[in-house]
């Protein structure tokens, strides 16, 4: 079992940046596949960012080159540095964890507000 409670949303003017933080419960947490996905009013949830145990990471195209993702394991933590911001980006973020043996991220956070003004 994971819990996961995310941190560092916020109001932001375009260009600028932010970083969210996203804090695991458990012992296990090196061991699971992380993931921010964000969702805008009226839009689908979509796929933000992934990163591996050993750290792979994969980035949607959106924000490939913006935004970087990274896990520090001793701290139970997963990150996500967003750089030059833009409108578009605003939404609630979630950060997601699921096991190697599936594709469904089963844990959930609560999700933090991102906005981004222009």
């Known amino acids: 079992q994971v819990q996961l409670v995310e941190s560092g949303g916020g109001l932001v003017q375009s260009g600028g940046s932010l970083r969210l933080s996203c804090a695991a419960s458990?012992?296990?947490?090196?061991?699971?596949?992380m993931g921010w996905f964000r969702q805008a009013p009226g839009k689908e949830r979509e796929l933000v960012a992934t990163?591996?145990?050993?750290?792979?990471?994969y980035y949607a195209s959106s924000v490939k080159g913006r935004f970087a993702i990274s896990r520090d394991n001793a701290k139970n933590t997963v990150y996500l540095q967003m750089n030059s911001l833009r409108p578009e980006d605003t939404a609630v973020y979630y950060c997601?964890?699921?096991?190697?043996?599936?594709?469904?991220?089963?844990?959930w956070g609560q999700g933090t507000q991102v906005t981004v003004s222009s």
């Open positions: 990163i591996t145990s050993f750290s792979g990471t």
């Open positions: 458990g012992r296990t947490f090196s061991s699971y596949f």
């Open positions: 997601a964890a699921r096991t190697l043996d599936t594709t469904e991220y089963k844990y």
